[in-house]
């Protein structure tokens, strides 16, 4: 790293903390490092933040941050970031093992370009030697001791199984051994803690009795004076544990599977269409802002972008969980990644590379699976106890057999004291919710429901009212013309035409709408002159030589013309929620125009089904109360409705209804939403807004529709379900496998758990909890 970065980002582990200001090197702000608590260790660097939300940003990405010559910006596999799915703050360049818990590291973001796994190739390899030997390791030792059968002398049979179990044990075993004196060495007791410990003291008792038996007093020998040992104990554990390595492995790599199928959505190339009309490929990389690309039938969209030419219909479902294909014409937005149906399209790019929406998508779901669900809490309270109190009940056990148990008593202490160490498995344990919230986020984000971080997951099964802005949210937000009323005197072409031919000196959504709707009834429009806007009242000019004005029933009191007329049928048109505009030509009336934001078609049936979940729906407007009560009636299933609200008074409404002790869901889509998004317990995106509402919230639902909410709490009731069930069966494997390890059940029934099948059921129980969480991908959202 640079002098001038770790100057102005960071501090070394050995600088003096607290004497020297630095700076955030996310939002850039000074940070006293010695009262920050917001740190981030990156190799031999601690970096400081000014707040949690910036260093968990850092954490995300660091490369993105750094200088682009520092290691961690590195390009290409080896300056992949690697981290830990138990504990997200661990990250590394380059594999390796986490320090707390011991697992593989793993890439935070997986990528297409991924080899294959470094640790999963070395523990195959491992495996499969240790495999080889341990099985006629287990038939000599197995064989003698079930069927009578020995085919060599009992010494040579010993010599033998050394020479076997060594092997398996020193160079199989070796990372197990590694990790255990890690975790030792940083007090961090782990999984690999108590196999280290049982596979060493099987091993080494069995190394001690075959040198010099001796050694060893009465209390350890059989009726027939021989000192037992453990070689196929210690060999088949470490074989059975390297087996869960592999499946656990194999297993942890099938929960990116969900990203890597979203990056291998996007095209390898673009069509560009160049200025003297030839077209050409070329690969994506090249593709820059303001490119016209072609895209012929059938293939997908090669950035974001904005459609020039061509009409056709193309498949979203990839972003939006839904099936239906959308109409495209000039003008229409579309989005990388997605099938282009029958048409050919000539778009322009907006945006490329890192800034596409797929790619946003990709981060954010690789940012919210690395993050820790409020559930977890108790988890980790319980794993912070978990190998102390196993070492102390193995401790416990070799003393109560010792003292009290039958012939050799000392023999079935160890025997007992191990079965005890390996059968624990911390690992489950802290495995149950994260390898549920990377499945959940991944199925989620193949349905449109792209979730921030887990907290949020979480949150949403328990969200009890939910607040909806109005357009764009429940509304298309693209006004669009729904009928034309002409005065007595006129006929409806001539005042749209009159109207449309005006409003189109005006950049309003609204005369937008009115232009559109006329080009779209095939009304030709002539030129205006002297055109002029007036605020909060409508607009005025000329058209072929007659003054007219356009606008709300006060405009027209202003150009004195009287409106009387045709009232009634405007209070009605409003009442049904359509924004109505008096027409005014030469000094008098001339018509009506009615311009209505449409529904949304799924608003009503997820409004329907969010209500018998027993969600309250509260709609939040700044429109006129009339315009909402009409709108609401059009869904069915509103609770409330609140209008006439400023921007800034979305944030207080969200706070009002957190005080009544309503857990608050916001959900909209304008950049006057981000403050009530941030405010509200989960905040809910449209993904068809603004940037600035999607950073604010917590979900972000990539159709921008409604029943994108219903689709999330599905998936956040599923993601719970899933946590509780693999959190019951790993306090549940613990709770008794433990005591049937130290032999509690022998008084009674007389079994003792062998070692070796305590070996096989505490790997088992890891890939137990991993199988349990991959079920998540074939949920029904």
């Known amino acids: 790293m640079s002098q001038s970065h770790e100057a102005h980002h960071c501090l070394h582990e050995g600088s003096a903390a607290g004497t020297a200001i630095v700076k955030d090197p996310i939002c850039g702000m000074d940070v006293d490092p010695s009262r920050s608590p917001h740190q981030f260790d990156l190799g031999d660097t601690r970096h400081h933040f000014c707040s949690a939300r910036c260093r968990d940003k850092f954490a995300a990405d660091p490369a993105k941050y750094l200088n682009p010559g520092s290691p961690a910006a590195v390009e290409g596999p080896e300056g992949t970031i690697w981290t830990c799915p138990m504990h997200p703050e661990i990250r590394q360049v380059g594999p390796g093992s986490c320090p707390i818990c011991g697992m593989a590291l793993e890439p935070a973001e997986p990528s297409l370009e991924e080899g294959p796994n470094p640790e999963l190739v070395d523990m195959s390899r491992r495996f499969r030697l240790s495999a080889v030997l341990s099985l006629p390791l287990l038939v000599l030792a197995m064989g003698g001791d079930l069927l009578g059968w020995h085919p060599l002398p009992m010494r040579t049979t010993v010599w033998v199984q050394l020479a076997l179990a060594t092997p398996v044990v020193l160079w199989g075993g070796l990372p197990f051994f590694e990790r255990g004196w890690a975790s030792l060495k940083t007090r961090n007791l782990n999984m690999f803690t108590l196999i280290a410990l049982g596979v060493g003291v099987a091993y080494g008792y069995s190394l001690v009795a075959t040198l010099a038996p001796g050694l060893f007093p009465p209390a350890f020998r059989t009726m027939g004076g021989q000192v037992p040992v453990y070689f196929e104990a210690a060999a088949i554990i470490t074989t059975l544990v390297l087996l869960g390595q592999v499946l656990e492995l194999r297993a942890r790599s099938a929960t990116g599977r969900a990203i890597r199928a979203l990056l291998g959505l996007a095209p390898k190339t673009a069509r560009i269409a160049r200025d003297d009309g030839s077209e050409d490929d070329i690969p994506l990389e090249q593709v820059h802002i303001g490119d016209r690309l072609r895209v012929r039938p059938g293939e997908r969209m090669p950035v974001d ?62 940012e919210a699976q690395r993050s820790r669900a409020p559930i977890q809490a108790l988890a980790d309270k319980v794993s912070a106890w978990f190998v102390p109190a196993v070492i102390a009940i193995a401790v416990a056990a070799f003393a109560v057999w010792a003292i009290w148990g039958p012939d050799p008593a000392l023999s079935h202490a160890l025997v007992n004291a191990v079965a005890v160490l390996i059968i624990a498995c911390p690992c489950a344990l802290g495995l149950a919710t994260p390898m549920s919230v990377m499945v959940g986020t991944g199925r989620g984000a193949g349905a449109g429901v792209l979730v921030k971080d887990a907290e949020a997951l979480e949150l949403m099964e328990k969200i009890d009212t939910l607040v909806v802005d109005k357009t764009g949210t429940l509304t298309l937000g693209k006004p669009r013309l729904v009928g034309v009323t002409a005065a007595q005197g006129m006929d409806e072409a001539q005042v749209l035409r009159l109207g449309a031919a005006l409003e189109r000196g005006s950049e309003h959504p609204l005369a937008e709408a009115i232009v559109d709707g006329a080009i779209e009834r095939g009304i030709a429009l002539p030129e205006s002159r002297d055109f002029a806007s007036h605020t909060g009242l409508g607009v005025s000019g000329s058209v072929e030589g007659k003054a007219v004005v356009l606008g709300n029933r006060a405009m027209m009191e202003k150009a004195a013309i009287d409106p009387s007329s045709l009232s009634a049928a405007a209070d009605a048109m409003q009442a049904e929620g359509q924004g109505v505009m008096y027409v005014g030509v030469g000094g008098r009336l001339a018509g009506l125009i009615a311009v209505a934001d449409p529904v949304k078609e799924s608003a009503a049936g997820a409004a329907a089904a969010l209500r018998r979940e027993g969600v309250r729906l509260v709609m939040l407007t700044g429109d006129d109360r009339r315009t909402a009560e009409a709108v609401a009636r059009r869904i069915g299933g509103i609770d409330e409705v609140i209008a006439d609200v400023l921007p800034d008074q979305k944030q207080a409404v969200i706070e009002r209804l957190r005080g009544e002790s309503r857990r608050v869901a916001m959900a909209g889509d304008g950049i006057n939403d981000a403050p009530a998004l941030a405010a509200a317990d989960v905040g809910i995106a449209m993904g068809t807004g603004t940037d600035v509402a999607m950073e604010s919230a917590a979900v972000t639902l990539v159709g921008g529709d409604l029943a994108g909410i219903v689709r999330a709490r599905r998936l956040s009731r599923a993601v719970l379900r899933n946590i509780r069930e693999n959190l019951f069966f790993s306090f549940v494997f613990n709770a008794a496998g433990v005591p049937i390890a130290a032999g509690l059940l022998y008084p009674a029934f007389g079994w003792l758990l062998n070692p070796m099948i305590a070996g096989a059921a505490m790997s088992f129980s890891s890939v137990a909890v991993i199988g349990n969480s991959l079920r998540l991908r074939a949920s029904r959202l």
């Open 305 to 366: 972008g904005i459609v020039l030419e061509g009409r056709s219909s193309v498949d979203e479902s990839m972003i939006s969980g839904e099936p239906v294909p959308v109409e495209k014409a000039s003008g229409a937005t579309v989005t990388g990644a997605t099938v282009n149906g029958t048409g050919s399209l000539l778009i322009r790019a907006e945006r490329v590379g890192r800034d596409t929406m797929l790619a946003q998508i990709v981060r954010m779901v690789a």
